[in-house]
């Protein structure tokens, strides 16, 4: 058996699978089963070659230099600058277009069902009446929100809050600190939400620390008749929205003519 025989044909093997596993991740498929084979396969042929090339080595020194003049060939030449330069290009992100470009050959996915989660958040616990259940789903606009909930009756006088931060949380002035989540906190004043503020008989902050930065449910409690409404508002940046939600069922939507600060607010009485 010749050993070069057998380095040859097992490169060429190796390279067989590589290609074929190279272009199922190009389009994509990226299971787990496929990257395992083109990553084995990898480094088969990488040992495969350097044995490949230790027994060809006066062939490769001969496709380098000119054996009379000892002058580099111009195909070495080509070959290394090609090889600089393609591999500074994909280093530098220059060459993603066309790395990425096997996406439009990779078959249609249903998309994802989006994973949400929650924070709790309960006020008026030793409050008797009805238990109501509001979930608030915030959008992508609404940064570092500030909000107030609360109960009106079927006249629109107001009743009781139901939720009032304690804190407002800022922008620091410093962008690591944001990125890695610590605010400037400064204590809620009723004139960031003005509506609520003319409105509310009570101000006082029902929880200590700032509204959630993302999604939460509120548990709470309220004594009222079968006939009332929720009514939030909510501030973000510049912007302030008021949203309401008739109850006169044991469901209701929160919503607003205009505003896209929330996403989506269900309110439910328990």
Avoid: C
């Avoid at 027994?55 to 030449?77: C, D, L, T």
């Amino acid at each position: 058996m010749k050993n070069k025989n057998l380095i040859s044909l097992s490169v060429a093997f190796a390279f067989l699978a590589l290609s074929i596993t190279g272009i199922l991740l190009y389009i994509k498929q990226k299971a787990h089963a496929v990257e395992m084979t083109h990553t084995i396969f990898g480094l088969l042929f990488v040992g495969f070659a350097i044995f490949h090339i230790i027994n060809n080595w006066a062939s490769i020194v001969g496709y380098s230099k000119s054996r009379k003049s000892g002058s580099y060939q111009k195909e070495f030449i080509i070959a290394g600058i090609s090889f600089i330069v393609i591999l500074v290009a994909a280093a530098t992100e220059l060459l993603e277009p066309v790395a990425e470009a096997g996406r439009f050959l990779a078959p249609k996915r249903p998309p994802r069902a989006e994973m949400l989660s929650f924070t709790e958040v309960k006020t008026n616990e030793n409050l008797e009446g009805q238990s109501l259940r509001i979930l608030i789903e915030k959008s992508k606009e609404a940064e570092l929100p500030v909000m107030a909930i609360w109960v009106e009756d079927s006249a629109h006088n107001f009743v009781k809050n139901l939720y009032v931060p304690g804190q407002e949380a800022h922008m620091p002035e410093s962008e690591e600190e944001a990125r890695e989540g610590h605010f400037d906190m400064t204590p809620f004043s009723a004139t960031t939400l003005p509506t609520w503020a003319a409105k509310a008989t009570d101000k006082t902050p029902l929880t200590e620390t700032e509204t959630p930065k993302d999604n939460f449910v509120l548990k709470t409690k309220v004594t009222l008749g079968k006939d009332f409404y929720v009514m939030a508002e909510v501030k973000s940046k510049d912007k302030n929205e008021v949203y309401s939600a008739h109850m006169n069922s044991k469901t209701g939507q929160l919503g607003s003519e205009s505003g896209n600060l929330i996403k989506s607010g269900i309110v439910v009485v328990e």
